[in-house]
Protein backbone atom coordinates (compact mmCIF):
# COMPACT_ATOMS: atom_id res chain seq x y z
CA UNK A 1 0.00 0.00 0.00
CA UNK A 2 1.43 3.36 -0.79
CA UNK A 3 3.03 5.52 1.89
CA UNK A 4 2.23 2.67 4.53
CA UNK A 5 5.75 2.86 6.48
CA UNK A 6 5.31 6.51 6.38
CA UNK A 7 1.78 6.68 7.79
CA UNK A 8 2.70 4.59 10.61
CA UNK A 9 5.90 6.01 11.39
CA UNK A 10 4.19 9.96 11.38
CA UNK A 11 1.16 8.17 13.78
CA UNK A 12 4.05 6.34 16.24
CA UNK A 13 5.67 9.95 16.53
CA UNK A 14 2.98 11.68 17.18
CA UNK A 15 0.75 9.57 19.28
CA UNK A 16 3.71 9.53 22.03
CA UNK A 17 2.16 12.89 22.81
CA UNK A 18 -0.87 11.48 23.68
CA UNK A 19 0.07 9.88 26.65
CA UNK A 20 0.94 13.67 28.00
CA UNK A 21 -1.40 16.01 29.53
CA UNK A 22 0.90 19.82 28.76
CA UNK A 23 3.73 19.17 26.74
CA UNK A 24 7.19 20.68 26.77
CA UNK A 25 9.49 22.25 24.10
CA UNK A 26 11.65 19.22 24.62
CA UNK A 27 8.83 17.10 23.58
CA UNK A 28 8.11 18.70 20.48
CA UNK A 29 11.94 18.92 19.40
CA UNK A 30 11.59 15.08 20.00
CA UNK A 31 8.57 14.22 17.72
CA UNK A 32 10.05 16.62 14.88
CA UNK A 33 13.48 14.47 15.24
CA UNK A 34 10.92 11.38 14.76
CA UNK A 35 9.01 13.38 11.80
CA UNK A 36 11.96 14.16 9.95
CA UNK A 37 13.41 10.88 9.99
CA UNK A 38 10.05 9.35 8.54
CA UNK A 39 9.96 11.92 5.53
CA UNK A 40 13.51 10.76 4.90
CA UNK A 41 13.02 7.52 5.22
CA UNK A 42 10.27 8.03 2.98
CA UNK A 43 12.52 9.41 0.02
CA UNK A 44 11.48 12.76 0.19
CA UNK A 45 13.76 15.45 -0.60
CA UNK A 46 16.35 17.20 1.80
CA UNK A 47 15.70 20.25 1.71
CA UNK A 48 12.45 20.35 1.57
CA UNK A 49 12.10 17.54 4.42
CA UNK A 50 14.35 20.52 6.30
CA UNK A 51 12.34 23.24 5.41
CA UNK A 52 9.03 21.05 6.25
CA UNK A 53 10.40 20.09 10.27
CA UNK A 54 11.31 23.81 10.49
CA UNK A 55 7.88 25.23 9.75
CA UNK A 56 6.08 22.89 11.99
CA UNK A 57 8.79 22.90 14.60
CA UNK A 58 8.09 27.40 14.83
CA UNK A 59 4.67 26.46 14.48
CA UNK A 60 4.60 23.64 17.13
CA UNK A 61 6.45 25.22 20.14
CA UNK A 62 4.15 28.29 19.95
CA UNK A 63 1.23 28.65 22.15
CA UNK A 64 -1.00 26.65 19.81
CA UNK A 65 0.60 23.52 21.44
CA UNK A 66 2.67 24.34 24.20
CA UNK A 67 -1.06 25.51 25.99
CA UNK A 68 -2.99 23.14 24.56
CA UNK A 69 -5.04 20.00 26.33
CA UNK A 70 -4.76 18.25 23.22
CA UNK A 71 -1.25 18.74 22.32
CA UNK A 72 -1.41 15.87 20.20
CA UNK A 73 -4.49 16.65 17.70
CA UNK A 74 -2.83 20.05 17.41
CA UNK A 75 -0.04 18.71 15.98
CA UNK A 76 -1.75 16.70 13.67
CA UNK A 77 -3.51 19.77 12.60
CA UNK A 78 0.00 21.49 11.77
CA UNK A 79 1.60 18.57 10.04
CA UNK A 80 -1.63 18.09 7.90
CA UNK A 81 -1.98 21.86 6.78
CA UNK A 82 1.74 21.71 6.41
CA UNK A 83 1.71 18.41 4.05
CA UNK A 84 -1.05 20.33 2.41
CA UNK A 85 1.05 23.12 1.58
CA UNK A 86 3.94 21.52 0.58
CA UNK A 87 1.82 19.86 -2.47
CA UNK A 88 0.49 22.82 -3.78
CA UNK A 89 -2.41 23.69 -1.14
CA UNK A 90 -5.12 23.43 -3.95
CA UNK A 91 -6.10 21.18 -7.27
CA UNK A 92 -4.63 22.32 -10.23
CA UNK A 93 -7.41 22.16 -12.84
CA UNK A 94 -5.93 21.21 -16.34
CA UNK A 95 -5.44 24.34 -18.49
CA UNK A 96 -7.95 24.97 -21.30
CA UNK A 97 -7.57 27.38 -24.43
CA UNK A 98 -9.64 30.06 -24.59
CA UNK A 99 -11.10 28.67 -28.47
CA UNK A 100 -10.60 25.16 -29.77
CA UNK A 101 -8.47 23.55 -29.70
CA UNK A 102 -6.37 22.84 -26.26
CA UNK A 103 -3.62 21.44 -27.43
CA UNK A 104 -1.63 18.93 -24.50
CA UNK A 105 1.70 17.30 -25.07
CA UNK A 106 2.56 14.62 -22.65
CA UNK A 107 6.21 14.05 -22.31
CA UNK A 108 8.15 11.90 -19.65
CA UNK A 109 10.39 8.59 -19.61
CA UNK A 110 10.28 5.45 -21.18
CA UNK A 111 8.32 3.09 -18.62
CA UNK A 112 6.72 6.12 -16.34
CA UNK A 113 2.84 5.72 -17.92
CA UNK A 114 2.83 8.57 -20.40
CA UNK A 115 1.22 6.36 -23.36
CA UNK A 116 -1.36 4.84 -20.71
CA UNK A 117 -1.92 8.74 -19.34
CA UNK A 118 -3.14 9.51 -22.58
CA UNK A 119 -5.50 7.15 -23.27
CA UNK A 120 -6.72 7.84 -19.67
CA UNK A 121 -7.10 11.65 -20.09
CA UNK A 122 -8.66 11.27 -23.44
CA UNK A 123 -11.42 8.93 -21.85
CA UNK A 124 -11.62 11.80 -18.55
CA UNK A 125 -12.36 14.49 -21.27
CA UNK A 126 -14.85 12.68 -22.85
CA UNK A 127 -16.75 11.26 -20.07
CA UNK A 128 -16.50 14.34 -18.08
CA UNK A 129 -17.04 17.20 -20.49
CA UNK A 130 -18.30 15.42 -23.55
CA UNK A 131 -15.05 16.11 -25.11
CA UNK A 132 -13.91 15.02 -28.83
CA UNK A 133 -9.94 14.41 -28.12
CA UNK A 134 -7.72 13.21 -30.71
CA UNK A 135 -4.59 10.89 -29.92
CA UNK A 136 -1.45 11.79 -31.65
CA UNK A 137 1.13 8.85 -31.64
CA UNK A 138 4.60 10.69 -31.65
CA UNK A 139 6.09 8.41 -29.51
CA UNK A 140 8.13 6.42 -32.62
CA UNK A 141 10.79 5.14 -30.54
CA UNK A 142 9.53 2.43 -27.90
CA UNK A 143 9.02 -0.58 -29.98
CA UNK A 144 5.08 -1.03 -30.41
CA UNK A 145 3.92 2.69 -28.48
CA UNK A 146 2.13 3.54 -31.65
CA UNK A 147 0.04 -0.06 -31.91
CA UNK A 148 -0.40 0.31 -28.27
CA UNK A 149 -1.88 3.93 -28.61
CA UNK A 150 -4.29 2.39 -31.32
CA UNK A 151 -5.17 -0.28 -29.61
CA UNK A 152 -6.21 2.34 -26.01
CA UNK A 153 -7.86 4.82 -28.79
CA UNK A 154 -10.48 1.48 -30.29
CA UNK A 155 -11.15 0.71 -26.63
CA UNK A 156 -12.13 4.10 -25.19
CA UNK A 157 -13.15 5.39 -28.75
CA UNK A 158 -11.26 7.80 -29.55
CA UNK A 159 -9.73 8.24 -32.46
CA UNK A 160 -5.63 8.27 -32.76
CA UNK A 161 -3.76 9.78 -35.51
CA UNK A 162 -0.48 7.89 -36.37
CA UNK A 163 1.99 7.29 -39.27
CA UNK A 164 3.74 4.39 -38.03
CA UNK A 165 7.51 4.58 -36.76
CA UNK A 166 9.51 5.53 -40.11
CA UNK A 167 8.08 9.32 -40.07
CA UNK A 168 9.91 12.09 -38.35
CA UNK A 169 7.77 12.60 -34.97
CA UNK A 170 7.73 16.33 -36.06
CA UNK A 171 6.32 15.99 -39.16
CA UNK A 172 3.73 13.86 -37.47
CA UNK A 173 2.58 16.14 -34.74
CA UNK A 174 2.62 18.78 -37.95
CA UNK A 175 -0.08 16.59 -39.58
CA UNK A 176 -2.18 15.47 -36.71
CA UNK A 177 -2.32 18.77 -35.19
CA UNK A 178 -3.80 20.07 -39.03
CA UNK A 179 -6.09 16.55 -39.27
CA UNK A 180 -7.48 18.09 -35.55
CA UNK A 181 -8.07 21.33 -36.27
CA UNK A 182 -9.83 20.18 -39.40
CA UNK A 183 -12.15 18.04 -37.73
CA UNK A 184 -12.66 20.21 -34.82
CA UNK A 185 -11.34 18.32 -32.21
CA UNK A 186 -11.73 20.11 -28.88
CA UNK A 187 -8.59 18.28 -27.42
CA UNK A 188 -5.40 17.25 -29.15
CA UNK A 189 -3.09 15.04 -26.82
CA UNK A 190 0.62 14.60 -28.01
CA UNK A 191 1.86 11.18 -27.01
CA UNK A 192 5.63 11.95 -27.68
CA UNK A 193 9.06 9.97 -26.86
CA UNK A 194 10.49 8.74 -24.10
CA UNK A 195 13.84 7.59 -23.21
CA UNK A 196 15.43 5.63 -20.55
CA UNK A 197 16.95 8.77 -19.45
CA UNK A 198 17.17 12.47 -20.23
CA UNK A 199 19.44 13.06 -23.35
CA UNK A 200 20.02 16.08 -25.82
CA UNK A 201 18.75 14.43 -28.85
CA UNK A 202 15.18 13.76 -27.03
CA UNK A 203 14.72 17.12 -25.34
CA UNK A 204 15.90 19.10 -29.29
CA UNK A 205 12.80 16.81 -30.18
CA UNK A 206 10.62 17.71 -27.54
CA UNK A 207 11.20 21.18 -27.79
CA UNK A 208 10.51 21.13 -31.77
CA UNK A 209 6.88 19.95 -31.00
CA UNK A 210 6.51 22.61 -28.67
CA UNK A 211 7.61 24.82 -30.62
CA UNK A 212 5.31 23.32 -33.46
CA UNK A 213 2.27 22.80 -31.47
CA UNK A 214 2.17 25.59 -28.66
CA UNK A 215 0.74 23.21 -26.27
CA UNK A 216 -1.80 24.87 -23.45
CA UNK A 217 -0.31 21.74 -21.20
CA UNK A 218 2.83 20.03 -21.22
CA UNK A 219 2.17 17.22 -19.22
CA UNK A 220 5.26 15.57 -17.24
CA UNK A 221 4.47 11.61 -16.29
CA UNK A 222 6.53 10.22 -13.66
CA UNK A 223 6.25 7.20 -12.11
CA UNK A 224 5.89 7.42 -8.35
CA UNK A 225 7.44 4.20 -7.56
CA UNK A 226 10.99 5.78 -8.28
CA UNK A 227 10.68 8.38 -5.62
CA UNK A 228 13.57 10.85 -5.31
CA UNK A 229 14.18 9.92 -9.13
CA UNK A 230 10.86 10.73 -10.65
CA UNK A 231 11.90 14.17 -8.86
CA UNK A 232 14.87 14.65 -10.51
CA UNK A 233 13.74 13.67 -13.90
CA UNK A 234 11.05 16.05 -12.87
CA UNK A 235 13.25 19.06 -12.75
CA UNK A 236 15.57 17.87 -15.53
CA UNK A 237 12.33 17.95 -18.22
CA UNK A 238 11.11 21.28 -16.65
CA UNK A 239 14.68 22.98 -16.85
CA UNK A 240 14.40 22.53 -20.23
CA UNK A 241 10.82 22.40 -21.35
CA UNK A 242 8.92 25.08 -18.63
CA UNK A 243 6.46 21.98 -18.42
CA UNK A 244 2.70 22.92 -16.53
CA UNK A 245 1.72 19.90 -14.44
CA UNK A 246 3.29 16.94 -13.25
CA UNK A 247 1.09 13.32 -13.43
CA UNK A 248 2.31 11.37 -10.86
CA UNK A 249 1.50 7.59 -11.59
CA UNK A 250 1.34 3.91 -9.93
CA UNK A 251 0.28 5.33 -6.84
CA UNK A 252 -1.52 2.10 -6.49
CA UNK A 253 1.67 0.23 -6.12
CA UNK A 254 3.76 0.85 -2.14
CA UNK A 255 5.39 3.59 -3.10
CA UNK A 256 6.98 5.47 0.23
CA UNK A 257 5.64 9.12 -0.87
CA UNK A 258 9.15 10.54 -1.76
CA UNK A 259 7.63 12.17 -5.17
CA UNK A 260 4.03 13.10 -4.04
CA UNK A 261 5.69 14.87 -1.39
CA UNK A 262 9.23 16.56 -3.11
CA UNK A 263 7.80 17.60 -7.00
CA UNK A 264 5.94 20.50 -6.23
CA UNK A 265 8.47 22.23 -3.69
CA UNK A 266 11.29 21.19 -5.92
CA UNK A 267 9.98 22.04 -9.45
CA UNK A 268 7.32 24.66 -8.58
CA UNK A 269 5.01 22.73 -11.01
CA UNK A 270 1.95 21.06 -9.66
CA UNK A 271 0.61 17.55 -9.70
CA UNK A 272 -2.29 18.03 -11.66
CA UNK A 273 -3.39 14.10 -11.91
CA UNK A 274 -2.61 10.76 -10.32
CA UNK A 275 -2.33 7.42 -12.13
CA UNK A 276 -3.82 4.74 -9.58
CA UNK A 277 -4.35 1.91 -11.57
CA UNK A 278 -4.07 -0.04 -14.92
CA UNK A 279 -7.23 0.59 -16.30
CA UNK A 280 -8.47 3.10 -18.15
CA UNK A 281 -10.94 4.99 -15.65
CA UNK A 282 -7.49 4.84 -12.96
CA UNK A 283 -6.49 8.80 -13.05
CA UNK A 284 -8.00 11.45 -10.93
CA UNK A 285 -6.95 14.70 -9.96
CA UNK A 286 -4.47 15.20 -7.51
CA UNK A 287 -6.10 17.42 -4.70
CA UNK A 288 -3.21 18.13 -1.81
CA UNK A 289 -5.21 17.64 1.08
CA UNK A 290 -6.88 14.43 0.45
CA UNK A 291 -3.76 13.43 -0.18
CA UNK A 292 -2.08 14.47 3.02
CA UNK A 293 -5.25 12.45 4.58
CA UNK A 294 -4.56 9.80 3.14
CA UNK A 295 -0.46 10.12 4.48
CA UNK A 296 -1.63 10.94 7.86
CA UNK A 297 -3.68 7.91 7.54
P1 LIG B 1 5.34 4.93 -21.33
O1 LIG B 1 6.59 4.25 -21.79
O2 LIG B 1 5.66 6.06 -20.40
O3 LIG B 1 4.43 5.34 -22.42
O4 LIG B 1 4.61 3.87 -20.37
P2 LIG B 1 3.27 3.03 -20.55
O5 LIG B 1 2.10 3.93 -20.68
O6 LIG B 1 3.45 2.00 -21.58
O7 LIG B 1 3.19 2.37 -19.11
C1 LIG B 1 4.17 1.46 -18.63
C2 LIG B 1 3.51 0.44 -17.72
O8 LIG B 1 3.02 1.09 -16.55
C3 LIG B 1 2.29 -0.23 -18.35
O9 LIG B 1 2.31 -1.58 -18.00
C4 LIG B 1 1.11 0.48 -17.72
O10 LIG B 1 -0.04 -0.33 -17.65
C5 LIG B 1 1.66 0.78 -16.34
N1 LIG B 1 1.00 1.93 -15.69
C6 LIG B 1 0.80 3.18 -16.14
N2 LIG B 1 0.19 3.94 -15.24
C7 LIG B 1 -0.04 3.15 -14.14
C8 LIG B 1 -0.64 3.36 -12.85
O11 LIG B 1 -1.11 4.45 -12.48
N3 LIG B 1 -0.65 2.27 -12.02
C9 LIG B 1 -0.14 1.06 -12.39
N4 LIG B 1 -0.19 0.07 -11.50
N5 LIG B 1 0.44 0.85 -13.57
C10 LIG B 1 0.49 1.87 -14.44
Known sequence: MAFEGLTERLQNAISKL?????????????VMREI??????????????????????TRAVGAEVLESLTPAQQIVKIVNEELVK???????????????????????????????????????LKEEQHARP??????????AAVDQLKI??????????????????????????????EKKNDYIIIDTAGR???DERLMNELAQIKELSQPNEILLTVDAMTGQNAVEVADGFNSQLDVTGVV????????????????????GKPIKFIGQGEK???LDVFYPDRMASRILG
Open 18 to 30: RRKGKVSEADVKE
Open 36 to 57: RLALLEADVNFKVVKDFVKTVR
Open 86 to 124: VMGQEASPLNKSPKIPTIIMMVGLQGAGKTTTAGKLALK
Open 134 to 143: LLIAADVYRP
Open 152 to 181: LGQNIDVPVFEMGTDVNPVEIVRQGLALGK
Open 196 to 198: LQI
Open 248 to 267: LTKLDGDTRGGAALSIRAVT
Open 280 to 282: MTD
